[in-house]
């Protein structure tokens, strides 16, 4: 857990989530009860979201307001536009959410985590600037990339092979990579990071950690490291996670969940595969043939030469000043 200052004052309010699911029809959305009623009542929500947001900024009286998209930002920035407070908008998929479709009409500036082209934004007031991230993510040299193996009990003799779903895991991945285990160690060390959920029944038809294979529930410290060390990393493809891979440099697999809501993911990942900067794998075909998983990762570690021009490629997508562009757009949009 990461420590915040607690004399900054931290007000709750209510929000409601509109459930929408891009691997479905529209008309199969409607056809959901129980999906209509949750909409139904997420909307009752938004509403009392906006009245409590209203009454808090009228008693704190902000220069700007800042938000970073997600459905609790929705009631606030409504409340912030009714008050003509400035506001500032940050959207770090490759492609806006609901909540940052309707900000941005009222946003006084708005950044964006990828390229301009994937937004449908007015140019006069929106700025590419990345998405801010830790300064521990960037390019390992040679002897960095050693010494964090060493750190992490890794060999130093085989290709490190590391597979991470997110903080929650991703329990289709997982079961990808246990059924497969055996192919995958024989083309490198391999590290695992499972997800509490799936943890336990993981550990119990895998080999104890050693220094060529490790599983791991989550990781809180040290993460950079450990994906600085890889010759290869299979991630999902959530914007943030995305954006750090690319500032380490690393030949990079992404599975993306078609699930989430506005397909997000999918869309994220389709702009590092439009600039070859990533190797992109269908989660369902994955399923239905856990070998493409398989065949992906050795074809990344055959091809050092086209895997480290994927990883350059990817590199150039790093905005190492984001969290100061922000900054300066939050300060100079205030009253």
Not at 144 to 153: D, I, K, P, T, V
Not at 213 to 237: E, N, P, Y
């Amino acid at each position: 857990m990461g420590h915040f200052d607690t004399s900054i004052p931290v007000q709750v309010i209510i929000a409601g989530k509109f459930r929408r699911y891009y691997h479905l029809s529209v008309m199969r959305q409607l056809l959901w009860p129980s999906l209509v009623l949750h909409n139904i009542f997420d909307g009752f929500l938004v509403g009392i979201g906006f009245f409590q947001s209203l009454a808090e900024l009228i008693i704190w009286r902000p220069n700007v307001v800042f938000t970073k998209g997600g459905y609790v930002c929705l009631p606030v920035g409504i409340a912030a536009r009714i008050l003509r407070i400035p506001l500032v908008i940050h959207d770090s998929d490759a492609h806006p959410g609901l909540t940052n479709l309707i900000l941005s009409k009222w946003a006084t500036k708005i950044a964006t985590g990828a390229p301009l082209e994937y937004y449908p934004y007015p140019a006069s007031k929106t700025r590419y600037v990345g998405i801010p991230i830790s300064s521990d993510f960037h390019e390992f040299t040679s002897d960095e990339r050693l010494a964090a193996r060493e750190q992490w009990g890794i060999s130093q003799d085989h290709p490190l092979i590391v597979v991470t779903g997110g903080g929650l895991g991703a329990q289709r991945i997982n079961d990808t990579v246990a059924l497969e285990l055996d192919d995958l160690l024989k083309l490198g060390s391999l590290v695992l990071i499972s997800g509490t959920g799936q943890y336990d029944e993981l550990r119990s038809i895998t080999p104890p950690n050693n220094d060529r294979f490790q599983l791991h529930s989550f990781i809180s410290k040290d993460m950079a490291t450990l994906l600085g060390a890889a010759d290869v990393v299979v991630a999902r493809a959530g914007a943030t996670t995305i954006l750090e891979l690319a500032a380490l440099a690393r030949p990079t697999i992404l599975v993306p969940n078609a699930k989430l809501t506005g397909g997000h993911q999918l869309k994220n990942a389709a702009v590092y595969q439009k600039a070859n900067a990533a190797v992109v794998i269908n989660e369902e075909e994955m399923i239905n043939d856990p070998q493409i998983l398989l065949s992906a990762i050795k074809s990344v570690l055959s091809n050092p030469d086209e895997s480290d021009k994927m990883a350059q490629l990817f590199a150039k997508f790093t905005r190492p000043d984001a969290a100061r562009d922000v900054a300066d757009m939050i300060i100079s949009s205030a009253k």
